[in-house]
């Protein structure tokens, strides 16, 4: 006996969680500073060689200064996160031990907006999960608040509390997780083993078969009179109930204090409450905030649960002990006094965790707009709260319905001071920040398995919308008095307030983005050089910081167990959503912002009318917006595509001896680079001497001659009649072309042709004569061609072993890309000849264009076609 008393109070001791410093902190602080003192380079750079007046490019390269200052500041506030990163480990059998018979009530939130977006059966999935965790079923109350105030969803409830006698026994016996039937279902299909296959199957049935009855129900769109008589619930939809104008309807369906109230295994069953708050025309609900409030009330009065679990209701519960593990933390008799809320998502550091709306656990006080105190040493109220409470559950309702009322909050704190803040998009994220702000720590705690899964936004379209309502009341927290570098100044650490920042900052950020996706590809095509050369020492920073970042983020993607595809993925999804989401949710608040210093300090109708129509009108909405989102995609990618082959094509046209601007493609390359320089360089010098192209037109007899400079050069020849002299007598008859060498040797003789191409070696230098000689009667049009290659530096220094092998292959490449460009005449002079045999040359120019701008939207079409396709890929059930 004593024994077991001395390991019990060792026991007592421990905490039940721990802190600990990430593996390899001091090597990332050391590496993130070795990048840092590369951007500090680059901003020698940018500020040294700034063109001066007068001299091109100037401003661009001010402009471009500006957005790696922008650049270079957020990823200072994305340090934050990374900087610090520390590790939390719950011992949730410590729990057990000290806490088994005295563990607080759990009130589970879950909302829903309309049955019509968001389906009952996904609705009532979620609500069977959270009522399935592995905890005392009697602490358990699931809040349904259903801001559809629809009797549907109401009717999916019923039958998901019959259901859950199964269900709940059913995971509580065999482990299930997820503990959604939907999910675990359709990730099951096939049990092996066969002492519950039995077992399985019943249930499996009872499932589909309610499943099956709620579908129907929704597809007749209304409850038929069976259904209605069987719960006096239903009497609340008699009077005109409509989404927008309605009283306060609580109904509890399931109550936990009643001790008949028993799954199939006879153990007692959670609560469970269907809430629609009173809504009003005339008055403001304030979306989830309103409904999140209302809950915090309502659950006040039936059961008053210390500990808050909010879910949306596109989520799942994945692990069945989250609930324990998230008690870990608030019940630590050291410090989980100042805890206020447990992320279980994301990393920890600087005491702040941002609340993310969903999948979150809260202290009903704290939520509630209490201040933390360090000498109330506040302990989680243990004792059962409600045990005293000996109201019918029809008093408990009719008392829930006044404090679910529109008239309640009037004059109060609620939406200020207390529980969600109301006006702005994303509530969450700045309610947490006030729960900091006075003075509670939060924590994050990333479990290995996923507490919770959901439905994420498996299109681009979907995606997109959700990050710009994000991005946009991220700025406006941004712009408001809650910027947390002002309202968090002195209340949140440093770190803390950058945290939240990375996240702001969304929005505006678009804009350097958008200049650095822009303006260097027209400058490439320009020729206005950015960057420096690759020979420059100054080069060495900007590829150091391109390509260590990236190379990081390469393996934090690994470590966190993601592909190599799935970080492609994010970069792509980076640049769409900061050219798109993020730059419309800037111009939305910029908008508002300017009306708002009009108006003074009121929401927007603007407001309400965004988001009624995201919730209400979504397949519109989307559509509509998406297709700006799409195109500004789109145009960046061909102008890029563009901009890229267009610069390649003017060099090799034009052999411009212009490097500069080529350079910031060779980091992408990452190889070799001083080498690749000089190579690339020779290639560019070395060009051929331009194509000799002529059109004349012959009557008997013309020449022509052409100085063949070396020794061994190949020179290449083509021609085509274009046309006779009068384009209605056509004649299919050709020329003659003589070639002969300087010493009048014959070269090549063609005879009667209407085009030729050819190509001979010089075996003498010298000047080279080529004789047409016109047979028929009409005068014709000729298009020749000539040109000769020669690499000179090739023949200098081709003992340069070093770069005789890379300089065969450019050799080749040049050889391939005049025969190309040689080619490609000789077909434009066949078409031409074509084209006027056929037609006169006003349609053709129609045709021409029409082909040319036929095949941009091919490409444009071809390039959003790809783009979608990568999106619409359904990513199935994934975290939200
Ligand atoms: O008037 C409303 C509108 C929405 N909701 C509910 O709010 C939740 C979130 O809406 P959803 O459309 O899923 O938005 P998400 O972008 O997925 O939500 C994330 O971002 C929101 C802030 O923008 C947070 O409120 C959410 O908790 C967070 O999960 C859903 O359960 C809705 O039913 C209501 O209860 N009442
Ligand atoms: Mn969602």
Request: charged residues 25%; glycine residues 6%.
């Amino acid at each position: 006996m004593g024994s077991q008393g001395g390991r019990d109070e060792e026991e007592e001791a421990l905490p039940l969680f721990q802190r600990q410093q990430a593996k390899g902190r001091v090597a990332y602080r050391v590496f993130a500073s070795t990048i840092f003192v590369g951007i500090c380079l680059i901003w020698i750079h940018r500020f040294l060689y700034i063109p001066i007046v007068g001299e091109g490019g100037r401003w661009v390269w001010v402009g471009m200064f500006m957005a790696e200052l922008c650049f270079s500041f957020f990823w200072v506030c994305t340090q934050s996160l990374r900087w610090n990163l520390t590790l939390l480990y719950p011992f949730k059998h410590s729990l057990s031990l000290r806490y088994e018979d005295k563990l607080p009530g759990i009130d589970i939130f879950v909302c829903t907006a309309d049955p019509i977006i968001e389906p009952p059966t996904l609705v009532i999935n979620t609500i069977l999960s959270a009522m399935s965790y592995n905890y005392p079923s009697e602490k358990l109350a699931v809040y349904l608040s259903d801001d559809g105030g629809s009797d549907l969803t109401f009717y999916a409830l019923l039958e998901a509390s019959h259901f859950a006698k199964y269900w709940i026994p059913f995971c509580k016996k065999n482990d299930i997780e997820p503990m959604s039937p939907e999910a675990y279902f359709a990730h099951n299909s096939n049990v092996q083993d066969i002492t519950y296959a039995q077992e399985w199957s019943v249930v499996k049935n009872l499932y589909e078969e309610m499943k099956e009855r709620i579908e129907s129900t929704m597809e007749r769109g209304n409850i038929s009179k069976e259904i209605r008589v069987k719960h006096r619930g239903f009497s609340e939809w008699n009077c005109n109930v409509t989404k927008k104008d309605h009283q306060s309807i609580v109904q509890i369906v399931l109550d936990g204090r009643d001790e008949t109230a028993v799954d199939n295994n006879g153990y007692r069953l959670p609560t469970l409450v269907y809430v629609a708050r009173e809504k009003r025309p005339q008055y403001p609900h304030h979306f989830k905030a309103g409904a999140m409030n209302a809950l915090i009330r309502v659950a006040s009065e039936i059961s008053n649960g210390p500990i808050i679990l909010n879910l949306d209701c596109d989520m799942y519960v994945n692990d069945s002990d989250a609930i324990r593990e998230a008690l870990c933390f608030f019940m630590d008799e050291e410090k989980g006094h100042e805890i206020a809320y447990v992320e279980l998502v994301g990393m920890c550091g600087y005491d702040s965790a941002f609340y993310l709306g969903t999948g979150c656990f809260h202290r009903r006080e704290s939520l509630c707009g209490k201040n933390y105190s360090e000498d109330n040493k506040l302990r989680l109220d243990i004792k059962d709260a409600k045990k005293n409470d000996k109201r019918t559950v029809n008093e408990l309702e009719e008392a829930s319905k006044i404090v679910a009322s529109c008239s309640y909050e009037k004059d109060t704190q609620w939406g200020k001071e207390m529980g969600l803040v109301y006006g702005c998009p994303v509530e969450d994220n700045i309610t947490g920040l006030k729960i900091q702000c006075r003075g509670w720590k939060s924590v994050y705690y990333c479990p290995n398995k996923e507490a919770f899964l959901g439905v994420a936004p498996n299109t681009l379209e979907v995606a997109l919308i959700q990050h710009r309502r994000w991005a946009e009341g991220f700025f406006q927290i941004f712009l408001s008095k809650y910027c947390p570098f002002i309202y968090g100044h002195g209340k949140i650490k440093l770190g803390a307030q950058m945290g939240y920042c990375a996240n702001l900052l969304w929005a505006p950020m678009s804009l350097p983005t958008l200049y650095y996706v822009i303006v260097p590809p027209l400058c490439l095509l320009h020729g206005i050089p950015l960057f420096p050369q690759a020979s420059s020492q100054w080069f060495l920073p900007y590829a150091y910081v391109f390509i260590s970042k990236n190379a990081y983020s390469i393996v934090e993607t690994w470590v966190c167990g993601g592909t190599i595809k799935a970080w492609w993925n994010s970069q792509r999804m980076w640049v769409i959503r900061r050219t798109t989401a993020y730059f419309l949710a800037f111009i939305d608040t910029a908008i508002k912002q300017l009306r708002l210093s009009q108006i003074t300090f009121a929401i927007t109708p603007k407001v309400v009318t965004d988001d009624v129509l995201k919730r209400y009108e979504k397949e519109v909405m989307e559509f509509g917006s998406s297709t700006t989102e799409v195109t500004i995609i789109a145009t960046l990618a061909m102008l890029n595509l563009l901009s890229f082959v267009g610069a390649i094509m003017k060099r090799i046209i034009a052999s411009e001896i212009d490097f500069n601007t080529t350079e910031m493609l060779i980091p992408q390359m990452g190889i070799r680079l001083k080498e690749l320089y000089a190579v690339l360089l020779l290639a560019l010098l070395s060009s051929p001497q331009a194509v000799f192209g002529i059109r004349f037109v012959i009557d008997r007899e013309e020449c022509f001659s052409h100085d063949v400079k070396y020794e061994g050069d190949t020179v290449h020849v083509s021609f085509v009649v274009i046309k006779a002299d009068s384009s209605w007598h056509y004649t299919n008859d050709g020329v003659d072309l003589v070639v002969k060498g300087p010493n009048g040797d014959q070269i090549q003789d063609i005879r009667d042709k209407i085009s030729d191409k050819f190509e001979f070696m010089a075996h003498q230098r010298g000047v080279h004569s080529f004789c047409f000689t016109n047979k028929s009667p009409y005068h014709e049009t000729i298009d020749f061609d000539v040109h000769v290659g020669h690499f000179s530096y090739y023949d200098e220094h081709a003992k340069d072993e070093h770069f005789k092998p890379l300089l065969d292959q450019i050799w080749k490449l040049e050889e391939a890309l005049y025969n190309i460009q040689f080619e490609q005449h000789w077909l434009e002079a066949q078409t031409e000849r074509q084209a006027i045999v056929n037609e006169a040359m006003g349609r053709r120019a129609i045709h021409k264009a029409f082909y040319e701008s036929a095949a941009l939207i091919v490409a444009s079409i071809l390039q959003v076609y790809l783009l979608r396709r990568l999106f619409e890929r359904k990513l199935g059930m994934s975290r939200v």
